[in-house]
Every structure is written in C-alpha cells, then in structure tokens.
T-cell receptor, first 111, second 113 residues
Framework: DAKTTQPPSMDCAEGRAANLPCNHSTISGNEYVYWYRQIHSQGPQYIIHGLKNNETNEMASLIITEDRKSSTLILPHATLRDTAVYYC????????????FGTGTRLQVTL | KAGVTQTPRYLIKTRGQQVTLSCSPISGHRSVSWYQQTPGQGLQFLFEYFSETQRNKGNFPGRFSGRQFSNSRSEMNVSTLELGDSALYLCASARREIRDGYTFGSGTRLTVV
C-alpha cells in the first residue's frame, strides 16, 4: 500500500469547515483513498473513500487532485464532537486486507 | 443494526499468563481483522480471517494467534504475556467486497502487570 503524509495536528473553530490534507504521491492506479477517524479510546470509524472522483456523504467530502497524488477531507461544519485523530489510508479495494495506519492528524475543534 | 462486539472491554493479566479476546462481527460480514494499538507504535495490523482461514498476517511473534469460527466470530489469543503486550486490541469486520470500509469494535483494553 502507498505511504501517506499528513500534518500531525490542526485546529478548527466550531462551525467552520475543517480541511484535512493528505499526500500520497506514490499511489497506484488501483489504490483507493480511505479516511477513518478515531475519537479518544474508541475504535476507528470509517468516514469516506474514493478512487479519482470527488465523493460526498453525510459525514464529509473527499476531494482528490487530478493527478491523485493528494487529497483533502472536508468536514463542512465542524463540531466539538469532530475532535479526533484522522487517518488517511491508500489501499486496493475489492478484497479485504490490512489497513496500514500512519500517525494521522489530530484535529482539535474549539469554541 | 448491531455493531462489532468485543469482549471483554477491560482485562488485567499477569506476565506469563495467556489471554483470549473475542470478537463478534456484524451479521453478514465474513472478514474479521485484528489490530493492536499502543501509544508508541500506533495502530498495527495483527491478522485477518475470512471464512475460517487466515488470509493475511502482520509482523507479530507467534505468541499472537487467532481463529475464526463458522459463524464468523473470531478469537485472538496471546500466550506468555509480556508487559509490552499491554494495549488496546481492536477488531474490525467487513463484507468480502469492502466498498464501505471496515467497521471497528470499541476494543479490549489489556493491561499486563
């Protein structure tokens, strides 16, 4: 699986959009970008994933650059409950296999 | 629908003992994976089972083992516990075609004293 690079921490004011970047310059053509988050002492929670098109669900939006070497997870209106560590993972989809977690980005949402 | 259930939630064991952790996946999910999370190493993949067969294995010593039953429930076992085995052990389940990602349980926090 391709390696990812994320900033170690970010702050965001409640109600504002949180934009979390991820670099994955060695991504292969058949690798998807997945985002998970982990709220303190809980199991990671799946957020969204995509291959090359932008994706949106009820939790977030995922913007993938045209060359697929980077992506941004957008939480449109961050709340205090969005405070968590966010992990960007790239991997081949279609078969169950391991997830390689990096160190992620610790997002702190403040009043 | 019910999520991934891990039991017990907390466990304290003594060095040298062995421990068995249990994971019940979401109904219909046939893949079960196990992860270890420690402050120093982060989240690390242990192994994955699908239809009672180990399909993938991480870089852990043989003291760590697992199995999956015909109903997809899984157990992991750690023998001859060491202090460094203290960690949060997480189980995740998925359908064979994991378009929607893995669903994780809340974990079992193991403390070895």
């Amino acid at each position: 699986d391709a390696k990812t690079t994320q900033p170690p921490s970010m702050d965001c004011a409640e109600g504002r959009a949180a934009n979390l970047p991820c670099n994955h310059s060695t991504i292969s053509g058949n690798e998807y970008v997945y985002w998970y988050r982990q709220i303190h002492s809980q199991g990671p929670q799946y957020i969204i994933h995509g291959l090359k098109n932008n994706e949106t669900n009820e939790m977030a939006s995922l913007i993938i650059t045209e060359d697929r070497k980077s992506s941004t997870l957008i939480l449109p209106h961050a709340t205090l409950r969005d405070t968590a560590v966010y992990y960007c993972i790239v991997r081949v989809s279609g078969t169950a296999s391991k997830l390689t977690f990096g160190t992620g980005t610790r997002l702190q949402v403040t009043l | 629908k019910a999520g991934v259930t891990q039991t017990p939630r907390y466990l304290i064991k003594t060095r040298g003992q062995q421990v068995t952790l249990s994971c019940s996946p979401i109904s219909g999910h046939r893949s079960v994976s196990w992860y270890q999370q420690t402050p120093g190493q982060g989240l690390q993949f242990l192994f994955e089972y699908f239809s009672e067969t180990q399909r993938n294995k991480g870089n852990f010593p043989g003291r760590f083992s697992g199995r999956q039953f015909s109903n997809s429930r899984s157990e992991m076992n750690v023998s001859t516990l060491e202090l460094g085995d203290s960690a949060l052990y997480l189980c995740a389940s998925a359908r064979r075609e994991i378009r929607d990602g893995y669903t994780f349980g809340s974990g079992t926090r193991l403390t070895v004293v």
